[in-house]
């Protein structure tokens, strides 16, 4: 397959309310939308970059540059048997995993639209819902905490992720847990603490936490392998897993006893479902993560977690658990028991509102052969 034609837009899509962690705020989506022509076929994808390099090295404005000046010209020029042959094509450019992924995921439904399959099938999803939970930033207080997560619950979400930071941490966790004893409730750091806070982050252990989420540096395995044999409560890497290697290394180190894969984070679905696999192999689960992406995204992530060893709710949730109002005509609604029904029509299944996307669209560029 030769690509034809790439479209870039830059957008802004606001959030239903600011989503804060322990290193940033913002206010909505500053994703990268892509729109990709082959062989009469129109696929998309989105890079879902944030407005600062606060979670990693990468912002809109970086993703921007990079696709513009080196990947989508990359790409033109590459002859694709397979969208496995797109992470080795952008091999010369280090990093810069999200504006990979953007590009990455269109080739994806491209290949699933001209198989007239579904994205799932294509990267080997066997299920037909996948569970979810819902992620909850910083609060202003724990009275605010208890409304928002309540509120959530009974919109039927049954797994709740706190967000949590050094003075926002033990307390609010021990607030939830006392509030709902059986709630499957885990939280995540997002980088913030040290290794010597290892006592500290061990006074969450009795409130019977699913998982601790990257509580050390976010390029750390390392200290994270030290940091596990002192908590009771399950340690699962996200940041710090940015490749097959990375993930090869924590499983080797014993760093982590659960990995939260996110595709763009690695640069796209290929090494995702690598890592799934390896994962699998040596008996570690894996969840989802989210990155708060619009419903292209979102749907892109819904198919990876079809996969079998995504064992543990994932951070997907519904479209309207983020916007009022998404760039997509089809967005996911939560069923009863706490899931999101995989599509199964052909590609990723996002029928994109296109006249929506012009409405936050700020910027557009494209590249043709």
């Known amino acids: ?87 080795p094509a952008f091999g010369r450019v280090r990093g810069n995993r999200m504006a990979k992924a953007g590009l990455e995921f269109t080739v994806w439904d491209l290949f699933a ?26 609060q202003q207080d724990i009275p605010t905490l208890l409304k928002v997560v309540g509120a959530y619950l009974d919109d039927g979400y049954t797994r709740i992720k706190l967000k949590i930071k050094p003075g926002w941490d033990v307390a609010p966790t021990r607030a939830v847990r006392e509030t709902w004893p059986d709630l499957r409730l885990q939280v995540d750091a997002n980088s913030i603490y040290r290794l010597e806070d290892g ?26 392998a030290k940091l596990k044999p002192r908590l009771r409560s399950p340690l699962c890497l996200d940041e710090s897993i940015v490749s097959p290697d990375h993930a090869r290394w924590a499983i080797e180190l014993q760093a982590c006893d659960i990995i ?13 479902v690598k890592i799934h696999d390896m994962a699998q192999a040596a008996g570690m689960a894996v969840w989802h993560g989210g990155m708060l992406e619009t419903g292209i995204g979102r749907a892109i992530n819904v198919a990876l977690a079809s996969l079998p060893n995504f064992t543990l709710p994932g951070d997907i949730s519904a479209n309207d658990r983020y916007f009022k109002r998404d760039i997509v005509q089809n967005p996911f609604t939560l069923n009863a028991d706490s899931t999101l029904t995989v599509p199964t029509g052909i590609g990723h299944g996002a029928i994109v509102d296109e006249d929506y996307l012009d409405e936050v669209t700020l910027d557009r560029w494209e590249i043709s052969a």
Not at 43 to 57: H, Q
Not at 70 to 83: F, N, R
Not at 208 to 224: C, K, R, T, Y
Request: no cysteine; charged share 25%; proline share 7%.
């Open 260 to 272: 939260n894969i996110k595709p763009s984070r690695i640069g796209g679905l290929g090494d995702a």
């Open 1 to 87: 397959m030769h690509i034809n034609r790439i479209e870039l837009r830059k957008v802004f899509l606001p959030y239903v309310a600011p989503f804060e962690t322990s290193g940033w705020r913002e206010q909505g989506s500053h994703a990268i939308i892509v729109r990709m022509e082959a062989e009469d076929i129109v696929a998309w994808g989105e890079s879902p970059v944030g407005e600062n390099p606060f979670y990693n090295e990468e912002n809109q404005k970086t993703a921007w540059t990079i696709l513009q000046d080196y990947l989508a010209p990359m790409l033109l020029k590459t002859e694709l048997a397979s969208p496995w042959e797109v992470t």
């Open 199 to 224: 006592p500290h982050l061990a006074e969450l252990d009795p409130f019977n936490l699913l998982l601790v989420e990257q509580p050390l540096a976010h390029d750390d395995i390392f200290d994270h």
């Open 113 to 138: 639209r001209r198989a007239q399959r579904s994205l799932a099938s294509l990267l080997g999803g066997t299920r037909e819902r996948v569970e979810v939970g819902v992620s909850v930033g910083i």
